[in-house]
C-alpha cells in the first residue's frame, strides 16, 4: 500500500517546520510537500534533521561575516576620528550613543561618527601631525624656549628625536618627559641662551608681568642673591682653609671609593650622622678642606 498522507499530529508538524524552511520556487514547493507527506516518520525526521545542520551552518557563517563586518566599521571610524582612543570604554560610549539615535536597531558609520562628535567624555589623544620643513621653525623655537627655562643647551638630535617621537608642535610636557625617560640628552646652557633668558625675563617684567608678579620677582631675586653670597662664603672659607693644609700634602679627593659609591654631599653627610670615626678618617686623609667643599657641593 501506499502512503496517502501524514498519519500522525508528529509527522504533520515536522512537514510545516520543513515547508516554512523552503525558499526555493512555487513549483519546488509543490513538489517538496508531495514528497514529504509520501515519507514515513523516520524519513521525515532524517529531513528535518538536515534541515537544522544546515540553519546552524548558516547562521555560524553569518555570525563571521557580521563580526568581520562590525571590525571593518571600527576600523574605518578610529582611522577617520585619530583623536580618539582606540579601547573598550570609548567603544561601549560610542555605541550605546549611536544606537540610539537608529530607528531600526542596526548601527552604521554615520551614526558612530555623529557620536564621536556629540559625546563628551571620551578619552582622546593629540593627534601626531606629521613633521614637515613648513612647521620646522615652530618645534626649534618651542625646544629653544624651553631650555631657556630650564637653562639647557638645545641641540638638532633631540629636536630630530623629540619629532620622531611625538609628531611636530610638541610642547613643554613632553620636552620633559623625553628628558626624564633619557630619550633625548642636553647639556648645560650656553651664555647666549642665559643671555637670551635674561633679556626675555626683563622684557616680561618690564612689559607685561603684574605687581604681584613683580613682587615675587623681587622675593625669589632676593633668595638667589643670598644663596649665592653663602656660596662665595663657603668657597672662601675652603681657600682659606686649603692654603693652610698645602703643607700636609694630602691626596686628592677621588669622586668614588674603592666600591664605586659616590663620594658626594649625600655621602658625607649620611657618614657624619652614622659613622662619625669614619668621617674624620676621611677628613684626616684628604684635608677638611676637600671634605667640606664637597659638602657644600662646590667641586
Known amino acids: 500500500m501506499y502512503r496517502v ?46 534541515y537544522h545542520h544546515e540553519a546552524v551552518d548558516m547562521s555560524e557563517s553569518q555570525q563571521r561575516i557580521d563580526e568581520i563586518e562590525t571590525d571593518r ?66 618645534d626649534e623655537e618651542i625646544l629653544r624656549q624651553f631650555c631657556r627655562t630650564n637653562q639647557l643647551e638645545p641641540n638638532s638630535a633631540a629636536l630630530n628625536l623629540l619629532r620622531q617621537e611625538f609628531g611636530a608642535g610638541f610642547d613643554s610636557t613632553q620636552i620633559n618627559q623625553a628628558l626624564q625617560s633619557g630619550l633625548i640628552n642636553m647639556g648645560p646652557a650656553s651664555t647666549k641662551i642665559l643671555q637670551e633668558a635674561a633679556k626675555q625675563r626683563q622684557d616680561f617684567l618690564i612689559n607685561e608681568a603684574t605687581a604681584q608678579e613683580l613682587r615675587q620677582a623681587a622675593h625669589a631675586e632676593s633668595e638667589v642673591l643670598a644663596k649665592k653670597a653663602q656660596q662665595q662664603h663657603a668657597a672662601q672659607q675652603i681657600k682659606t682653609r686649603e692654603q693652610a693644609e698645602v703643607s700636609y700634602g694630602h691626596p686628592v679627593l677621588p669622586e668614588t671609593n674603592s666600591e664605586g659609591v659616590k663620594l658626594d654631599s649625600v655621602f658625607f653627610k ?30
Open 5 to 50: 498522507g501524514p498519519s500522525s499530529e508528529s509527522e504533520k508538524e515536522i512537514i510545516r517546520e520543513i515547508l516554512l524552511k523552503y525558499s526555493g520556487s512555487a513549483a519546488g514547493y509543490y513538489n517538496l510537500e508531495k514528497e514529504l507527506k509520501s515519507s514515513s516518520l523516520a524519513q521525515l525526521q532524517r529531513i528535518q534533521a538536515a
Open 270 to 299: 649620611k657618614l657624619a650622622d652614622s659613622n662619625i670615626k669614619l668621617f674624620r678618617q676621611y677628613c684626616t686623609k684628604f684635608g677638611f678642606a676637600a671634605i667640606t667643599a664637597r659638602l657644600n657641593q662646590v667641586r
Open 73 to 138: 566599521l571600527w576600523t574605518r571610524f578610529f582611522f577617520k576620528n585619530p583623536g580618539i582612543r582606540e579601547t573598550t570604554a570609548n567603544r561601549n560610549m560610542i555605541f550605546d550613543f549611536a544606537l540610539s539615535l537608529t530607528e531600526d536597531g542596526v548601527v552604521k558609520f554615520q551614526h558612530l561618527d555623529e557620536a564621536a562628535k556629540t559625546l563628551e567624555g571620551l578619552d582622546r589623544q593629540k593627534v601626531k601631525r606629521p613633521p614637515t620643513a613648513a612647521n620646522l621653525k615652530q
